[in-house]
């Protein structure tokens, strides 16, 4: 009785496996398909290495280029802000908090990576733009900055998250032999702890990263959403943002409704690559510690 029931466990989660592996490879290759005729029709060049994007002008240009370095920008900041904001969060939960108001501290940051992005684009919107045209003296608050300032709270639980659990393993092994021996409490932190996290905390960064590549709402509402090259108190667009703003809008079978897809395609490379990256890094921190 008990291998009939573990037979079919089983066969549910490989048959759920297989489903999966095939649902991803499905979208990813129904991308590729609707973008074949834009990269046919579009050198390499002029859409990696242009410099302007104007699908709809008597002469179109279809560069992804000033989508691709926002993309990253904003990304960028985002992660610069948040991670050691988050990395001193995450040592606090850990070390200077009573563990019952931990996890309850803990429970209301998790919260916070379930809000939907576009209540965060709207209080973005309404506050940080707002603050930002008034006290940094630009014309319009919407820029490269409020879309990393905007991200980095975002992402903020996805790192807390990642590290305190990193933190509390060292914790275990660590903190008692540290302690038996005099050594201070912040000692061991910046001594100890930083050191034997650095692979979890670098991988929870590039997970985050790669997280935030693909926000759409909330960094839509607060870049101005132009087609430029980015600078930090400059208007920008993100690749999510030019495929949600210009889909709808785009000729069915157009070089453009494919180069839309082909962005689509670039971003998940890109994507795909920082997992690779994060994969490749935790594999050897985990060999490492064996």
Known sequence: MKDYRENIFRITIT??????????LLVF????????PFFKEVNFREYILGYSWSPLSSKPNYSFLPMILATLYISFLAILIATPLSIGCALFLSFNSNKKYSKVILSFIDMIA???SVIFGFLGLVILVK???KNLNMVTGESVLAGGILLSVMLFPYIVTGCTETFIKGKKVYYAASQSLGVSKWYTMRKIMLPFAVNSIFVNMLLAFGRA????????????NSPIFPKLFGRAETIPSLIALEM??????????SSLYAAGLILIIIILIIQLIAYMINKTGTRHSK
Do not use: C, D, N, Q
């Open 248 to 257: 709808g809008t785009a000729t069915y079978k157009s070089i453009h409704y």
């Open 131 to 133: 603050f930002l045209e």
């Open 114 to 116: 379930g809000i939907p």
């Open 213 to 224: 590549i693909g926000e759409t709402m909330a960094v839509m509402m607060v870049t101005g």
């Open 29 to 36: 290759f129904y991308i590729l398909k609707e973008s074949l």
């Open 15 to 24: 048959i759920g496996a297989i489903l999966s592996s095939l649902l991803v």
